[in-house]
């Protein structure tokens, strides 16, 4: 069994990862685009999004439960799978990893790349409304979290043997559809911890409604409707 620190530990290092790979890869997009090339393109920026979350919840899914993201994590805390302390523990872990991955970005990555697309900030399009853009994350983070119980929480369910490989499908295909509309967060520390570091709030509420609401929408209908416990 592990102990809280340990756990934390864990989140803070996936988050980490997704934030460090996911925003590196669009930082990447914007170099390639600079130095006269087509760019790494939608599907990279999202398989990299989907890679770094399924290996990291298949690294440290047995120990955290690997979260990764506010929104899981309250949909674990309206279902009363984790305590209130845990869920305020598990939220600073997953925002300080996020943050650090944005800052070390800004280290390795030419200012001139990281600045041109705020550090991979998501943010609107220039015709997406707020109200939309809440929709829209509210939906893809419910398919998120929907699947995380079904692999993770469920005890029928397939978390050793593919929790990892199924929550980081669901994250690229959530990104595929929502990228171009709101740079598809579906996370509220994914978004958190590169506008800290960039200084780009715009429209940054958007990213915790959204993704908070779905999240407790999926944990509460799986856990009520679906869930039976072993």
């Known amino acids: ?10 989140e803070f290092i996936g988050t980490f990862t997704l934030v460090f790979i996911g925003e590196g890869s669009i930082c990447a997009d914007q170099y390639i685009h600079a130095a006269g090339g087509s760019g790494i393109g939608l599907l990279a920026i999202a398989a990299a999004h989907g890679l770094a979350i399924g290996i990291m919840v298949t690294a440290i899914g047995h120990i955290s439960g690997g979260h990764l993201n506010p929104a899981v994590t309250i949909g674990f805390w309206v279902t009363k799978k984790i305590s209130t302390l845990d869920a305020l523990s598990y939220w600073v872990s997953q925002l300080a990893g996020a943050t650090l991955a944005a800052y070390l970005l800004t280290v390795v990555v030419p200012e001139v790349t990281w600045r041109a697309v705020g550090l991979g900030t998501p943010d609107l399009a220039p015709d997406f409304t707020r109200f939309h853009a809440i929709v829209l994350e509210a939906i893809t983070t419910f398919l998120l979290v929907f699947v995380v119980f079904a692999t993770a929480a469920d005890p029928r369910g397939a978390f050793n043997k593919i929790a990892g490989f199924a929550i980081g499908l669901t994250i690229t295909m959530d990104i595929l559809v929502s990228g171009p509309f709101t740079g598809g967060a579906v996370n509220p520390a994914r978004a958190f911890g590169p506008a ?5 709030w715009m429209n940054h ?3 915790w409604v959204g993704p908070l609401i779905g999240g407790v929408i999926a944990g509460w209908l799986y856990s009520s409707f679906l869930l039976k416990e072993s």
Do not use: E, R
Request: net charge positive; aromatic share 12%; hydrophobic share 50%.
């Open 205 to 207: 509420g958007v990213y």
């Open 196 to 200: 800290l570091v960039a200084h780009h």
């Open 1 to 10: 069994m592990y102990n809280l620190p340990q756990k934390l530990l864990a």
